[in-house]
């Protein structure tokens, strides 16, 4: 089924322009088409466990978050450097997601990407950015 790239709407086969936005149909969507509106991508992170970490962190600081985790799997355990989990919070939160994450000794995020990494890196391991 062929879907729009701009409004999200799913074709029949066989289309291949959006009636609504006159665009040419994809295959498929690079975002999942199910995300609420009113959510947006806090940061990306390339360790599952920092994720839930960093989850847990926003969710005590009253910031509800849900990840998408977009891992690479090869066998029982990702494929270390293949992982990828997006921590979305709604779009009135991040400001203040980011400060927090930002304020805690732990994590830092990339000003280049939006990575998070640990506070002791030197370097975005996710786009290469140096850190202050």
């Known amino acids: 089924m062929p879907f729009c790239p701009e409004c999200k709407e799913e074709y029949l ?15 498929r969507l690079d975002e999942p088409n199910d995300v609420p509106a009113d959510l947006e991508v806090l940061c990306t992170v390339s360790s599952e466990s920092n994720a ?6 926003l969710e005590s600081e009253d910031v509800p978050c849900q990840l998408e985790n977009a891992s690479f799997h090869a066998g029982p355990a990702p494929v270390e450097g293949l992982t990828l989990v997006r921590l979305w919070i709604r779009k009135e939160d991040v400001d203040r997601g980011r400060q927090l994450i930002e304020e805690h000794e732990d994590f830092t995020i990339c000003s280049a990407c939006g990575h998070v990494a640990g506070a002791q890196d030197t370097k975005c391991d996710f786009c290469g950015e140096a850190f202050d």
């Open 13 to 27: 086969d066989g289309v291949a322009m959006c009636e609504t936005c006159n665009v040419k149909l994809v295959d």
């Open 52 to 57: 839930y970490i960093i989850r847990g962190f």
